[in-house]
């Protein structure tokens, strides 16, 4: 792909703003709440597109429209199931913990609850997790500027990491949220002209339905299983996921989706900044009104790519195929992008790509120092210094943090199967997480070793189910069926789903079984973290629009009638 | 938190729907073929453009409303 100068012009613009959010907002940070919290200042608006976007990096971006092009319109189960009902339920439910104990942190939340065992085991796989995460999603952006722009990956890894590392450290969580406000309208900015004119060019929805059933069908499923979402999940034959409904509603829907958007700091940090109880209860509500649309911006393009893919004639395009002959579904944006969109416009697509590459990172670097300086520099190498101390500890831990992911792009670059192992692994230590923040807000008796050992079991049953389970064509070894072969899946999503189950299941009955034998804490201190003993809150002198249960009702009822129309 | 974010939103769309729109109106308009025809830096400029003065419309009024 060539660029011409405009599109460097519009390239540069972005920059200049994002590297002068953090120049402008450097003097307003004074104590380490202004550097990990906002100060808790943040409007809900801002809280709730920054908890968007933190959450929309380039494994997203890239991904779901690889989905897209693989498994269709079913991909959208990663919204309209995997999504909008845990952030209602984290709203609603669980935010008035998370924000009215005055934790500093998700982990933090978990030593006020349980103890401090069960607070260090998270604190230390998050902040491990984080920055592997962030080295990874480098390494993915330094291969597809490589591949599409011919830079350098080395050049694209430090000036990112460059960037990304100045604004954080002039405005600390201010600045990550503020270009995450810019970076989500960069994206809708730049997606969504690329959307309108693939839909036009291929004759609108029901052009491209028409020809996505010729995909489906060339691949032996029925002509509607790449344009419907419910219509082929009753059996995991029949769709390209393999999957079906129940592992799609158990696994994904609630296991896997309120495990994540629950209990993920890199998350709910955005909205434990906001200013307010009620802001902060809104923050994942408004979030989720854009999130329920992403689909058509995000997943809609893999599957233009794909019926595009096929289409003979000059005015089509072809997904470029890989080493291993099948087609490089990844690129169906960066595709698109160069067939439709002229200079001028082509920058804009190309920030709008950049931004989310950058958002992403931005959110795992601003969550890892945070839990870093709080739940392990404070609670175990330092105690007790003063604020200005570990407001200094942070921007060194923003420093090291990013250098890590750095190494860790590289790492991913040369060995990519320790970053294979890496995320499996991480999988299995966040499984059963959501089981353990259910028992400690919603049951009284649950105890800290009850969760320790219920966290311990959970990952080591994950661990077991993926030893003893394939999906079907897979050989033994990173797949699974490492131990040996029970079992059989439909497809990895599948057997992925049941982990989840499995490690959940199993966390709550050892949660709940090792509780029962241990000694309770008193009622008295867990006021402000237990449901049945915290005071309700009273939204009643609000007015009725801001309400999180009328807001919430309103959100669940717009996702069921996404999920009825494209049924 | 000190700034508000609706001024440089603002002010970045604002630029950014000045550039396209610019470039759409003098750019030779073969380029346009791959875009099915339609002048989209022109277009989506505008779009850009009406976006960032309201925001920048907003982020003013809050401004002088707490001054």
């Known amino acids: ?567 | 938190m000190g700034l508000d974010i609706r001024i440089p939103l603002g002010v970045m769309f604002t630029l950014l729907g000045l550039l396209l729109a610019g470039f759409g109106f003098f750019s030779d308009p073969a380029i346009y073929q791959r875009s099915l025809g339609i002048d989209v830096n022109l277009w989506w400029g505008l779009v850009l453009l009406a976006f960032g003065t309201v925001m920048l419309g907003f982020g003013w009024r809050a401004a002088h409303r707490t001054h």
Request: charged share 10%; hydrophobic share 55%; proline share 4%.
């Open chain 1, 1 to 567: 792909m060539h660029l011409s100068e405009i599109d460097w012009v519009v390239m540069g613009v972005y920059f200049a703003f994002v590297l002068g959010v953090g120049y402008t907002l450097r003097r307003y940070v004074k104590t380490s709440t202004d550097y990990f919290l906002s100060g808790r200042s943040i409007p809900a608006w801002v809280a709730g597109l920054a908890f968007l976007s933190a959450n929309l990096g380039a494994q997203e971006v890239i991904g779901m429209a690889a989905s897209g092009a693989k498994y269709g319109m079913a991909t959208s189960h990663f919204y309209w199931v995997g999504a909008i009902p845990a952030m209602v339920f984290l709203a609603i439910f669980m935010m008035p913990f998370y924000y009215g104990s005055q934790a500093r942190s998700v982990p933090e939340y978990l030593k006020m609850r349980f103890d401090e065992k069960t607070r260090g085991l998270n604190a230390i796989s998050f902040a491990t997790m984080t920055v592997f995460s962030s080295g990874i999603s480098m390494y993915a952006m330094g291969l597809l500027l490589n591949l599409l722009l011919g830079w350098d990956f080395d050049t694209s890894v430090w000036l990112s990491a460059g960037i990304v590392l100045a604004y954080i450290l002039l405005g600390g969580l201010t600045s990550a949220i503020y270009n995450e406000v810019l970076q989500f309208f960069l994206i809708v900015a730049g997606f969504a002209p690329l959307v309108f004119l693939g839909l036009k060019d291929l004759g609108g929805w029901q052009g491209l339905s028409a020809r996505l059933a010729h995909v489906a069908t060339s691949q032996g499923f029925a002509p509607q299983a790449w344009s419907s979402t419910w219509h082929q999940m009753g059996d995991a034959t029949s769709n390209p996921m393999g999957v079906e409904w129940f592992g799609v509603v158990m696994g994904l829907g609630f296991v896997l989706s309120f495990g994540y958007w629950c209990t993920d700091f890199l998350v709910i940090q955005r909205a434990m900044a906001a200013h307010s109880m009620s802001a902060a209860r809104r923050t994942p509500l408004i979030a989720a009104v854009p999130k329920m649309l992403f689909p058509f911006l995000v997943i809609v393009p893999g599957m233009i790519a794909i019926a595009s893919s096929l289409r003979t004639g000059a005015s089509g395009f072809v997904l470029p195929h890989k080493a291993d002959g099948t087609l490089n579904y990844d690129l169906s944006i960066p595709m698109m992008l160069s067939h439709y969109f002229p200079h001028g416009i082509l920058g804009l697509g190309l920030t709008a790509l950049l931004a989310s590459f950058m958002s992403g990172m931005a959110g795992n670097v601003t969550a890892f120092n945070t839990v870093w300086t709080y739940d392990i520099y404070q609670a175990y190498i330092h105690r007790g210094a003063s604020d200005h101390h570990y407001l200094t500890m942070g921007r060194v831990a923003t420093v090291f943090g990013i250098g890590l992911s750095v190494a860790a792009a590289y790492v991913a670059n040369h060995f990519n199967n320790i970053m294979d192992m890496l995320q499996l692994l991480f999988a299995f230590v966040n499984a059963p997480l959501f089981a353990t923040f259910l028992l400690g807000m919603f049951w009284k008796r649950a105890t800290g070793h009850g969760a320790f050992a219920g966290l311990l079991s959970g990952t080591a049953a994950a661990a077991l189910h993926h030893g003893l389970t394939l999906p079907r064509g897979s050989v033994p070894g990173i797949k699974g069926g490492w131990l040996a072969l029970l079992h059989a899946y439909p497809s990895e999503m599948a057997q992925n789903f049941w982990t989840a189950i499995w490690a959940f299941s199993v966390c709550l009955v050892v949660t709940v079984a090792v509780s029962l034998i241990t000694r309770p804490r008193a009622e008295k201190d867990l006021v402000g973290l237990v449901y049945s003993l915290t005071p309700r809150l009273r939204d009643a002198d609000q007015a009725w629009y801001t309400r999180p249960a009328v807001l919430g009702a309103g959100v669940l009822a717009a996702t069921l009638l996404l999920n009825l129309l494209f049924w």
